[in-house]
């Protein structure tokens, strides 16, 4: 009987001290290109706006990617994707509570001038291990 305790004891230790993998929050735009915009031109105001909300709380780890289609595009869908990944929902959440006036905000009225982006969405990524 001790045997047994001591199995279970061990075994509960295992399940409750497990590492709580959190997932991350991911936010894709859907955007579209605007007059006089090139791929180099999109991804170097991403580039300055992703540095700019690394200054921010709740921004320090953020990964930025633009997605471009390759194969086939599909009418009245968007030219491209501006992903964003956050570690946690917890940082996209103080990220997003300090934004207004902020450096990443200035970044997009310079965005604006070659992209739309009229929609989004919020994900929830778990990484498959």
Do not use: R
């Not at 997605?67 to 103080?94: C, N, Q, R």
């Amino acid at each position: 009987m001790k045997y047994l305790a001591g199995v279970m004891t061990i075994f509960a230790a295992l399940v409750f001290t497990a590492p709580v993998q959190a997932a991350q929050a991911m936010q894709s735009f859907a955007c579209e290109e605007g007059d006089g915009a090139t791929e180099d031109k999109l991804e170097e105001i991403a580039s300055k706006w992703l540095k700019a909300a690394k200054t921010m709380k709740g921004g320090e780890n953020f990964k930025v990617s633009i997605h471009y289609p390759v194969v086939a595009k599909m009418p009245g869908h968007s030219d491209f994707l501006v992903v964003l990944t956050a570690p946690s929902f917890a940082e996209w959440g103080i990220f997003w509570d300090g934004y207004k006036d902020s450096p990443a905000e200035m970044v997009d009225l310079e965005f604006a001038d070659v992209a739309v982006c009229p929609d989004s969405a919020l994900w929830e990524a778990v990484e498959i291990k």
